[in-house]
């Protein structure tokens, strides 16, 4: 499989697709355009693990537990060394909730924070979702650590 796009676990249909951070973005934007046309919900999660963590919790071993937990018609890509984001398709802000408890289950050991935003019930971009997402993770970050905050 190319660098662009990987299954978690290798060979194994179960669990999200890893996508580098382009692939997301051009994912994150069609699939909002065709919502626009189809009318239904796109979500982002934005997860980042605690400061304190991140010599522990490399980006493989994020994904190595994250993606299995996401269905396999959604993908995952790590922003940064410390940061996932999951692009999960016709997901409501209702449901955000379970999603990330069955990530937070996944990485038990690790803090984390994260936040989360609907196309098109708080956003109405692409941009504007990713933006929300990583806005909202940031306010669960600055309220202490296994917080998830969702975009009103």
Request: proline share 4%; net charge negative.
């Amino acid at each position: 499989m190319s660098e662009r796009v990987r299954e978690w676990p290798p060979g194994g249909s179960a669990g999200a697709h890893v996508v580098d951070g382009e692939t997301f973005d051009f994912l994150l934007r069609l699939e909002v355009l065709k919502a626009q046309r189809l009318r239904y919900l796109v979500s982002v999660v934005c997860m980042d693990v605690s400061e304190s963590q991140r010599e522990r919790a490399h980006a493989e071993t994020v994904v190595e537990r994250a993606a299995p937990t996401i269905r396999s018609t959604d993908v995952m890509v790590m922003q940064t060394g410390s940061c996932a984001a999951f692009l999960l398709i016709d997901a409501d802000p209702i449901s955000l909730s379970g999603i990330v408890a069955r990530v937070a289950v996944a990485l038990s050991d690790i803090p984390w924070s994260a936040g989360g935003a609907c196309y098109p019930e708080t956003a109405g971009s692409a941009k504007e979702l990713l933006n929300q997402a990583n806005t909202m993770m940031a306010s669960a970050k600055r309220s202490g650590d296994h917080r998830f905050h969702l975009a009103k």
